[in-house]
């Protein structure tokens, strides 16, 4: 098995601590990137001086002291972004918007400097080397109209490791994508997860045979491994994922040919895993919540940034023999999480795992209620045409059995309610994260669900 192509680009990066063993050298390099780090902010943003006002500048520093710095998070973000920026706005390249759904506060803004899109730019032309040799074509399936969006900053990459990228945005319209997938002979994909299954299982799945396709990397914060396994039995191919978010400058960390984990960013990113209740570094190879912090950004950094995904760094060392860390597969998001009585929770990925399994589902819309007294699960499905009734009756089945689900039925914590079809529409473009739509304390006759709105409008 090839070895991550990523510990050879470390090991370039961290050239000055030659010293000791490559793992070594990495953690003299984080550690002296995060004191850089620590100091640059607080020089340079008011939000920082603020935040660590209270800590003395002279004193050790080591990850332990690190480790007690406070976080930042999404609302920070959101409420203080303009105070984080630590260049003038003339410095600033790129500015990506996100607006969290569901919500009309103001939106998390994120910054890049040329520098902070270049290092975005060499990690994926090192990370694709995993998937591609030059020659190779990859279909990029993400935004990438826009100058210095992902899909644009993945295209450079692929150039300058002389493979072809077609940036081809997310999928609108499911035929003229696969019409362009059969242009290109063993082609590489780059998508995002419910959008890829669609083109796999749609209407004209037929149209892509068994083989054409030599691989596919799915990016985005989450992966239900349900959908993975869905494309390497359809498509007959490899399936690795990406792991990243905006805050992450987009790369984060990606497969190896093992498939058993990312191996992160770690020139870039320096990552901790803790417990999301008292915030304290969690034991080794225990899940919490992923935090990180940027160690070579310019015009945002981000110190120990709270992601909401829960995951956990693995011990063991990774099949394909590199020295490099690993973090496990995310298990979903914080946010994602429905809390129900008696403490129990009902996750997303818990639901995807489950539903995306299940023959004929393009994707799905959950929402917990509250019917008789009781919390409720509804679902709407978008689903292959004809597979409707199927669909209902595994779903319900799958959910019944499923070790996760079943007891919040055998407990009476959950009921599941009904079980509804969108007659149009196409997987999101992963714009809006998913989640599981709480609507418990909405008076449900006015409610205004866009799912009941179609499936009305299929009675009319
Ligand atoms: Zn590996």
């Known amino acids: 098995m090839k070895m991550t192509p990523l510990e050879g680009w470390l090991r370039g990066k961290v050239s000055g601590h030659r010293d000791g063993t490559l793992d070594e050298q990495i953690a003299r390099y984080q550690l002296r990137k995060l004191s850089e780090t620590v100091a640059y902010v607080r020089e340079k943003s008011p939000f920082y001086r603020d935040l660590f006002s209270g800590i003395d500048s002279e004193s050790t520093f080591d990850f332990k002291s690190f480790s007690q710095l406070p976080f930042t998070t999404a609302n920070d973000l959101r409420e203080q972004g303009g105070r984080m920026l630590c260049t003038s706005q003339d ?46 074509t990859v279909l990029i ?19 300058r490791t002389k493979v072809n990228p077609v940036v081809w945005g997310p999928v609108r319209d499911p035929a003229a994508a696969r019409a362009e997938i059969m242009k290109h002979p063993r082609p590489c994909l780059v998508g995002i997860p419910t959008q890829m299954l ?31 396994r869905e494309l390497e039995q359809l498509w007959g191919c490899r399936v690795l994922t ?20 990312y191996h992160l960013r770690e020139a870039d990113l320096y990552t901790e895993i803790i417990d999301p209740g008292t915030g304290l570094t969690v034991a080794d190879g225990e899940e919490g919540e992923v935090v990180f912090t940027t160690i070579s950004r310019r015009g945002m950094p981000l110190v120990r940034y709270r ?14 023999g590199t020295v490099l860390k690993r973090l496990g597969r995310v298990q979903g998001r914080i946010a994602a999480e429905v809390a129900l009585k008696d403490g129990r929770r ?23 209620e509250v019917r008789v007294g009781r919390d409720q699960l509804r679902l709407c499905f978008q689903t292959v045409k004809g597979e409707e009734e199927q669909v209902a009756r595994k779903a319900r089945s799958a959910l019944l059995s499923q070790d996760a689900t079943r007891v919040l039925w055998r407990d009476k914590v959950l009921a599941l ?15 809006a994260k998913r989640q599981i739509l709480d609507r418990r304390g909405i008076d449900l006759s006015q409610r205004a669900s866009s799912c009941s709105a179609v499936i009305t409008a299929l009675r009319i």
């Open 91 to 136: 410095e600033i390249k790129r500015v990506v918007t996100l607006q969290s759904s569901g919500t009309t506060g103001q939106p998390k803004r994120i910054y890049f400097t040329a520098e902070d899109l270049e290092a975005t730019v060499d990690f994926f032309a090192h990370g694709m080397a995993t998937l591609v040799a030059p020659g190779a």
């Open 198 to 228: 669609a083109l796999a299982r749609g209407d004209l799945a037929g149209a892509i045979p068994r083989g054409w396709v030599e691989s596919v990397l799915l990016s985005t914060d989450y992966v239900p491994e349900a959908i993975e």
């Open 242 to 261: 990406h792991y990243g978010m905006t805050e992450t400058g987009l790369g984060g960390g990606v497969e190896c040919q093992a498939g058993e984990g």
């Open 346 to 368: 009902l996750r997303m990925n818990e639901l995807d795992e489950a539903l995306f399994a299940i023959p004929g589902v393009l994707d799905y819309r959950a929402e917990i």
């Open 417 to 431: 309610g009904s079980i509804t079809f969108c007659p149009t529409g196409w997987p999101g473009t992963g714009v």
């Open 141 to 159: 399936f993400l935004p990438g109209e826009l100058r210095d969006s992902v899909g644009d900053l993945l295209a450079r990459a692929l150039v």
């Open 307 to 320: 992601t909401g995904d829960l995951a956990r760094l693995i011990k063991e060392p990774c099949p394909c």
